[in-house]
T-cell receptor, first 111, second 114 residues
Framework: GEDVEQSLFLSVREGDSSVINCTYT??????LYWYKQEPGAGLQLLTY?????DMKQDQRLTVLLNKKDKHLSLRIADTQTGDSAIYFC???????????FGDGTTLTVKP | DTGVSQDPRHKITKRGQNVTFRCDPI?????LYWYRQTLGQGPEFLTY????????KSRLLSNRFSAERPKGSFSTLEIQRTEQGDSAMYLC????????????FGNGTRLTVT
């Protein structure tokens, strides 16, 4: 079945850039998403990219997609302590109508 | 847009009891999803509806689980004869059909089975 993989932990210093990586297996993925989850809360959509794009920038967030390698990354510029959270990568297969999520990357930002 | 609302936020129940959770999606969204999340893992797909039709059900969903969306608006997820392994966060999400269709999540119902 479909699979989405992420590294589990990332620690950075405040002001540095963070890069969170993700790989997926479903070649029929139409969209790829990044969600953020804070303790005790649901998932909040951060950004997404259409599968025929290779880059999308949205303020401090940059998404890079290598469709050939099925590799997605999220770069957060000027990382702040408020960015500490769990970040989930997900795909969307519009034929199947559902998203598959990775297990999340816990980002810790040290002052 | 009042967001996706789930009720209750927390439920503690004894093993063997039945529980029911409710989800109210964003009103103009015709797709509604149920996911389950355990500690340290990402959300796992359980089932989804397009309007009132249940279009897919995961093999994770045993016959003790049933979901309904009778009028294509709110949905309920019932777990019968709960087991300790059912303890998890149950997340509901909704989305419009078409376009980028990102999922909009509620804050979840945390179930603890003792």
């Amino acid at each position: 079945g479909e699979d989405v993989e992420q590294s589990l932990f990332l620690s950075v210093r405040e002001g540095d850039s963070s890069v969170i990586n993700c790989t997926y297996t479903d070649s029929s993925s139409t969209y790829l998403y990044w969600y953020k989850q804070e303790p005790g809360a649901g998932l909040q959509l951060l950004t997404y990219i259409f599968s025929n794009m290779d880059m999308k920038q949205d303020q401090r967030l940059t998404v890079l997609l290598n469709k050939k390698d099925k590799h997605l990354s999220l770069r957060i510029a000027d990382t702040q302590t408020g960015d500490s959270a769990i970040y989930f990568c997900a795909d969307m297969n519009t034929n199947a109508g559902k998203s598959t999520f990775g297990d999340g990357t816990t980002l810790t930002v040290k002052p | 847009d009042t967001g996706v609302s789930q009720d209750p936020r927390h439920k503690i129940t004894k093993r063997g009891q039945n529980v029911t959770f409710r989800c109210d999606p964003i009103s103009e969204h015709n797709r509604l999803y149920w996911y389950r999340q355990t500690l340290g893992q990402g959300p796992e797909f359980l089932t989804y509806f397009q309007n009132e039709a249940q279009l897919e059900k995961s093999r994770l969903l045993s016959n003790r689980f049933s979901a309904e969306r009778p009028k294509g608006s709110f949905s309920t997820l019932e777990i019968q004869r709960t087991e300790q392994g059912d303890s998890a966060m149950y997340l509901c999400a909704s989305s419009p059909t078409g376009g980028s269709s990102p999922l909009h999540f509620g804050n979840g119902t945390r179930l603890t089975v003792t």
